[in-house]
């Protein structure tokens, strides 16, 4: 007769929703804590990360309708290499530009071409006003913030609610403790 016994490394799964008579009222308790806390972290990750993500998309649906591109002047001529101060990370450089809006014409800086001289003409992004904007995001450019954000608040809310059932078990630990330790009163002297 073959038997079988479990080594000190192999674990059960779903302990505690086994019968035993050693189970005690708090060891229910913590396994319903346990099981609802994951629920809520799943549920609140998606829902928050979806949430945020849409607001995102959203906002930049807005940004991107209420912009649009204008012909502008350069009034002075821009730096030469992007190695200049002014240089910014696409390879662009800051310069004076002229262009026409409703209230009449606007300067201001905007990012350009390295090496263009006064009076080339580039294009600008313009809010409905006549104000400079940046350049609103593309489709991919769009979809990758919306996923980050949503990732980055998704990932947050689910920390958030996994802390809280943490502490509900923390507080429900120190009372199995607690209760424990009286016991111990109890029998602990019988003992010696």
């Given amino acids: 007769m073959a038997t079988t016994c479990r080594t000190a490394g192999t674990r059960v799964w779903l302990w505690r929703w086994r ?3 050693l ?5 229910r308790f913590e ?17 928050a990360g979806r949430a945020a993500a849409g607001a995102v998309e959203h906002g930049l649906a807005v940004r991107a309708a209420h912009s649009h591109p204008v012909r502008a002047v350069l009034t002075q001529d821009a730096a ?8 910014y990370g696409d390879g ?9 809006a ?36 593309t489709g991919a450019e769009t979809r990758l913030q919306a996923s980050l954000v ?8 689910a920390g ?7 502490l509900v078990r923390g507080r429900l630990e120190r009372q199995r403790m607690e209760e424990w330790a009286r016991e111990w009163e109890c029998v602990g002297p019988q003992w010696r």
């Fill in 102 to 137: 409703p209230g009449g014409p606007h300067t201001g800086l905007a990012r350009v071409e390295p090496g263009l001289k006064a009076g080339d003409p580039v294009t600008v992004w313009t809010d409905g006003a006549g104000n400079l904007v940046s350049k609103p995001a």
């Fill in 19 to 21: 019968r035993n008579p």
């Fill in 31 to 47: 396994a319903w804590i346990v099981l609802v806390t994951w629920l809520l972290v799943l549920l609140a990750g998606v829902l």
């Fill in 150 to 157: 949503g990732t980055i608040v998704g990932c947050g809310a």
């Fill in 23 to 27: 189970l005690r009222r708090s060891d």
């Fill in 160 to 166: 958030g609610v996994l802390a809280c059932g943490w």
């Fill in 80 to 87: 030469p290499t992007t190695e200049d101060v002014h240089a």
């Fill in 92 to 100: 662009g450089v800051w310069a004076n530009v002229r262009w026409s």
